[in-house]
């Protein structure tokens, strides 16, 4: 069964340390791992991807994600987090098969960022 | 700016009242899809349009419908809206042509059923 389990329902840390949001995904192929935010009643924004162009990939507002194969993870991370980056995070998954692509969405992880 | 426009971002409607959420996309994608999300959690796919083509979900509710009248307009109809139906609802689109087929969502329409 093709799956995304993020570990965390959620994270709080203080401003300036850094974050880690843990996703494992469980997929027969080749998957596309994309990783959105959402703030309040906003829409989700693209952080980043993963395009098998290279394992470490960077996205916006300084977030990295590591593509493992070996691990099946594709955890994100920031060096230093800032109060702006409390938010909901989706670790996403694109599955392209015989009958097309499905996405698959894993539950959220909430960061919450302390003064 | 190319952009996924929801409009309005707050509805409310009475309980059977049918309502209409309106998504627009200047982006040229050929695909676009309509999400349902509940308050924390993750969002569910509704359906997709893949061109002119409309995808169901299994699990999507014979209340809810969907029109594409073009490339650029996806309405989101719910005919008798119930308290369950009270929700955020996205919209996003993709390009098909695009190898890793990454989505844009719209800011989201948030539903009140009263």
């Known amino acids: 069964a093709q799956s995304v389990t993020q570990l965390d329902s959620h994270v709080s840390v203080s401003e300036g340390t850094p974050v880690l949001l843990r996703c494992n995904y469980s997929s027969s192929y080749s998957p596309s791992l994309f990783w959105y935010v959402q703030h309040p009643n906003k829409g989700l924004q693209l952080l980043l991807k993963?395009?098998?162009?290279?394992?470490l990939v960077k996205g916006i507002n300084g977030f990295e994600a590591e593509f493992k194969k070996s691990e099946t993870s594709f955890h994100l991370t920031k060096p230093s987090a800032h109060m702006s980056d409390a938010a909901e995070y989706f670790c996403v998954v694109l599955l392209r098969g015989t009958g097309g692509f499905k996405t698959i969405f894993g539950a959220g992880t909430r960061l919450f960022v302390k003064a | 700016d190319a952009m996924v426009i929801q409009n309005p971002r707050y509805q409310v409607t009475q309980f059977g009242k049918p309502v209409t959420l309106s998504c627009s996309q200047t982006?040229?994608?050929?695909?676009m899809y309509w999400y349902q999300q509940k308050s924390s959690q993750a969002p569910k796919l509704l359906f997709h349009y893949y061109d002119k083509d409309f995808n169901n979900e299994a699990d999507t509710p014979d209340n809810f419908q969907s029109r594409r009248p073009n490339t650029s307009f996806c309405f989101l109809d719910i005919r008798s809206p119930g308290l369950g139906d009270a929700a955020m609802y996205l919209c996003a689109t993709s390009s098909s042509s695009s190898p890793y087929n990454e989505q844009f969502f719209g800011p989201g329409t948030r539903l009140t059923v009263l």
């Open positions: 993963y395009t098998s162009a290279a394992t």
């Open positions: 982006l040229n994608h050929n695909v």
